[in-house]
């Protein structure tokens, strides 16, 4: 089957009534229906707030809005948020301006580590994380029967070359020790996908390229504003989109290439109904790299490093993990590099808007 992504070009003064119109373009009440509930996933990468790195306060805004202006019910509508071992839920929802957003229209926020975790047991086959977790997946219990929607942004990944709506479920359906899966980051995305497809009674995303991420992601990057907003009801293929647009063959990238394969979704651009604005002329010619941290880890899992892995990511000293990637994030590159790019951005549009919130 062939998929429809939307694609619009908006500004700050018109981007909640750009995703009303963006949401509709992609049919999404098709795939959230109206009598279950509906999960949305926010997109958290960092506990600070840097422009591009997690869900913009106007994209909870414009999705959050379009649901109940078209008749669902806020009492059916519930976001939530994971931690990792470097980031923190609440904090971040603070911090990223969701909170006036959830206030404003009556809806409650819930850090997923508070939630009941369960062990589910996939029907199909999948390829690496069941190996991964041999004890049992565990996935929150309140995402059974819900639908989903996912609130991605538009950037590079260090693990992934780019990330999106699928990687927005590494966040949601795995506990804090998902780093585990950095090793085979590619392969997991695809079991998530099959996982996505059996937990969720819909799955919809609506992802923000308002500011788009360069480089170093998901967090050391080089923000561009771009001002495009995206929507589908197919992870693939808006993840194929964005990455096409950001100069990239989604075929080369081996999450997407294995997902169209498996019949999860469509990567390749000629399966793919584009409606909204014309973006055929498009190239970011965004280039996805490493940043210092997420080098390491790949030297400790894959590289000069590996004989030394269990010993340091799979034992009681991977302390030192995110304590060095907090003190390298949080204490060096966000004060002195970081600084400088979010007064940039702080003198455009956007982060005048992001200031109102």
Known sequence: MRSKVAV?????????????????????????????DTVIKLNLSWTKYFPACSSQPWQLEGAVKTLIDDGYSKESLFPVENKTVVTNPLKGAINNKWMPVLNKYGLGFTPLPEVEWVLFKPKAKLMVLDSIFPEGILIPKMFLGKNVLHLPTVKTH??????????????????????????????????????????????????????????????????????????????????????????MDPMSIPYLRMCDEKGLGNARMENVDLVGDDISGVNFEFTASRSFVIWGDQ???????????????????????????????????????????????????????????
């Open 8 to 36: 619009l070009k908006t500004s700050p003064a018109a981007v909640l009534v750009d995703y009303h119109k963006l949401m509709n373009l992609a049919d999404y009440s098709r795939f959230l229906p109206r009598e279950r």
């Open 158 to 247: 260090g693990h992934s070359i780019t990330t999106g709506a699928i990687k927005n479920s590494f966040g949601g359906l795995l506990k804090e020790v998902r780093h585990y899966c950095h090793k085979y980051m590619h392969e997991t995305l695809v079991d998530l996908m099959i996982l996505q497809k059996e937990i969720h009674s819909g799955i919809f995303a609506v992802m923000d390229g308002t500011v788009a991420g360069d480089g170093a992601g998901p967090r050391t990057m080089i923000p561009h504003i771009k001002d495009y907003i995206l929507a589908s009801g197919d992870s693939v293929a808006i993840d194929a989109v964005a990455a096409k647009m950001m100069g």
């Open 299 to 357: 030297m400790i899992r894959k590289g000069f490093l590996k004989p030394f892995e269990k010993l340091l990511l799979h034992s009681p000293l991977m302390v030192w993990a995110p304590f060095a990637s907090n003190v390298y994030h949080d204490f060096f590159w966000y004060p002195t590099v970081g600084r400088n790019r979010i007064t940039s951005f702080s003198r455009t549009g956007w982060g005048e808007l992001f200031r109102k919130y």
